[in-house]
């Protein structure tokens, strides 16, 4: 069964240590000697100073900036972002992003699903695809798949998102087909 993303964060939390040699607590410090700023200079300095994985730097520069607070069930965090995405008109949609995850979770272990205020961006070495309930009753889902035409289904992104080259309107569960899957599958290798 897929994990949810509190439970891989969860998952990387306890074996960071083994993983990286340091525990999360001990990264923090990194970081914070460091005296980078922002989330994206910290990363880039954990992996190429310190040789961590793109996943693990990623929660080591997500937990420091937001004061040691690490995004477990129960903190402020990733899964607060979710939660706040898929509350109120569009609390109907969250099936839709579980079963998007899940599908996605499936393509490998390298797989980073990172919460963002309006969205969630699903990314490798690089961000890949990302899943956004624009409506109360739409997932769009955000694919980088650079020269590939796009197709009455698969829609040039336009004004949607200028972080993808395609977006999937998704309105329900059975949307999540063998053609989507493939595309999202297709960006996640070319990342």
Do not use: C
């Amino acid at each position: 069964m897929a994990k949810s993303p509190e439970e891989m964060a969860a998952a990387m939390v306890a074996n960071m240590k083994e993983k990286t040699g340091k525990t999360l607590e001990q990264w923090v410090k990194v970081a914070a000697k460091s005296k980078l700023e922002k989330h994206g200079q910290i990363v880039k300095h954990l992996k190429e100073e310190h040789g961590m994985t793109h996943g693990f730097a990623n929660l080591a520069a997500h937990t420091f900036l937001n004061q040691g607070a690490a995004p477990a069930a129960g903190s402020e965090g990733q899964g607060d972002l979710v939660a706040k995405q898929y509350s109120g008109k569009k609390e109907g949609l969250e099936p839709i992003y579980a079963a998007l995850i899940a599908a996605v979770s499936k393509f490998g272990k390298d797989v980073e699903i990172s919460p963002k205020k309006a969205y969630v961006s699903l990314r490798r070495n690089k961000q890949f695809a990302i899943v956004q309930p624009s409506t109360a009753t739409r997932v769009d889902v955000g694919h980088n798949l650079k020269g590939v035409k796009p197709t009455a289904r698969l829609e040039a992104s336009g004004s949607f998102n200028g972080m993808v080259s395609h977006r999937v309107r998704v309105e329900a569960k059975k949307d999540i087909d063998a053609q989507l899957k493939g595309w999202l599958k297709k960006a996640y290798e070319a990342s």
